[in-house]
């Protein structure tokens, strides 16, 4: 069967990586792709947001499956697009994606489905945002923006004044341009984060395993937020009974509200989870895989995601499982100069095939790319066509152990070969799940989650 994935980072690289040991044999294009996506896959030099584009492709080289990364073509609707013309989709239509793309319409969801999670008030006019905000006696609370703003849109406002800030560079400024013009405001919520991915077929609800992923930029979680730079699963004292209570509380229910709004909701799911002294609650949705959660769950399942894809977009998950590994995962996420500010490109990188070699580790590329000519003499470029830095987050070096001290150090030691000018990795990558397996660390202090 021929396969179209969309998208060209490092979740892309490994849902590549995936559907090529798939037993349906798949032949493989990716758009855009990258440089290590190259190896497993023809690469198409269209973009992910390119609607057009990736249509006519797709009707071109008669593809049977395309499975978007990406949450922002989704939300302007590629899956009703692929749909009108009969070619089928894994991810959810434009509607069932404004889980993501909507932050008010997600929690107007979770509230119908009885999906616990922090009160909130929707806002698109200045006044009553500001009025809602003197009511206030409880700080720190959140201001986001209610549409897509790149990762960005969030603000934990300490004050009035910090908030009334954050509402007017939404209402009056427009800082995230159609996003802004309507947030949301909403009670701050406190507790360790879980990412809980599930695959989804409209009715039902198969969960991945759980975990967990690095958001700032430095060690210790300091620093700016960032895509992510690094995540491990499974997740130390988040087990399988927590799993299944939130999919009976959460996934279920969602799904069911959303098919009474005539939405059928096909693809992952993604829960931001939060588990507060009060249980777990939801933070948010998301429409796809997560960026680089995806890279350290994917390598512990033993189960063929490209069967599972394909039924997902064909409503036939029922009666279908999921397999793991008893390995836990450790990617580490490798970033060029200057990000999440900016990024660094044209740095050639070397030491990828002596990284990729070490026994269970698996290298996955996002802003790589061909070196455009030959690098500058002297320069550490390898033989053959040299790849280089295209992007911020550019490798996440994922590594299976015995258990995670085995997993991280095999991470590390592989992530050790590779180099390229203005590298960036956290040191602390998956070290709490080192410390809660030595029972050294309790992840969920306040509220068991088994
Ligand atoms: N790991 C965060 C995200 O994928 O949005």
Not at 318 to 338: D, F, H, I, Y
Request: with cysteine; net charge negative.
């Amino acid at each position: 069967m021929r396969v179209l994935v969309v998208g060209g980072g490092g979740r892309e690289h490994a849902l590549v990586h995936a559907f090529a040991s798939s037993r349906l044999a798949a032949q493989l294009f990716c758009a855009p792709g990258n440089a290590g996506i190259a190896e497993e896959a023809d690469c198409v030099d269209v973009g992910a947001d390119d609607l057009p584009a990736l249509l006519a492709f797709a009707k071109k080289e008669h593809i049977d499956l395309t499975v978007v990364g990406p949450e922002a073509p989704l939300v302007a609707g590629l899956a009703d697009l692929f749909a009108e013309n009969q070619l089928p989709v894994f991810g959810p239509s434009r509607l069932a994606a404004q889980l993501e793309g909507s932050k008010a319409f997600a929690k107007d969801v979770m509230y119908d489905a009885g999906a616990p999670t922090g009160r909130f008030r929707r806002h698109d006019n200045l006044d009553d945002a500001l009025r809602c905000l003197e009511m206030q006696d409880t700080w720190p609370l959140v201001v986001k923006a209610d549409g897509l703003a790149a990762g960005k849109g969030v603000v934990i406002a300490n004050d009035y004044e910090e908030a009334h800030r954050a509402v007017e560079e939404n209402l009056v400024d427009g800082r995230y341009g159609a996003a802004s013009s309507v947030l949301i405001i909403e009670e701050f919520l406190t507790g360790p984060e879980v990412s809980l991915l599930a695959l989804c077929d409209g009715k039902t609800v198969l969960p991945m395993a759980p975990a967990q992923d690095y958001k700032r930029i430095f060690a210790g979680d300091r620093g700016p937020n960032t895509g992510g730079m690094g995540s491990y699963c499974p997740v130390p004292g988040f087990e399988q009974a927590a799993v299944d209570r939130v999919v009976d509380e959460v996934y279920e229910p969602v799904l069911a509200a959303l098919r009474k709004r005539g939405i059928d909701y096909r693809g992952v799911l993604y829960g931001g989870l939060i588990v507060t002294d009060e249980g777990v609650k939801l933070l948010e949705f998301n429409c796809r895989f997560g960026d680089p959660e995806t890279q350290a769950i994917l390598p512990r399942l033993e189960s063929d995601l490209l069967e599972l894809c394909l039924a997902a977009a064909g409503g036939e998950l029922g009666g279908m499982s999921l397999s793991w590994k008893p390995q836990p995962c450790v990617s580490v996420v490798m970033a060029s100069r200057g990000y999440p500010e900016s990024s660094s490109k044209g740095d050639v990188i070397s030491g990828l095939a002596e990284a990729a070699a070490e026994p269970d580790v698996t290298v996955y590329h996002a802003g790589t790319a061909f070196a455009a000519q030959a690098p500058a003499a002297g320069g550490a470029a390898p033989a053959g066509r040299p790849i280089v830095t295209a992007g911020g987050r550019v490798l996440a070096v994922s590594a299976l152990g015995q258990d995670f001290a085995a997993a991280r150090r095999c991470a590390y030691d592989a992530l050790e070969h590779i180099r390229f000018d203005g590298m960036q990795s956290r040191t602390d990558i998956a070290e709490r799940a080192v410390k809660a397996e030595r029972h050294e660390l309790d992840l969920f202090p306040s509220t068991p989650a088994s």
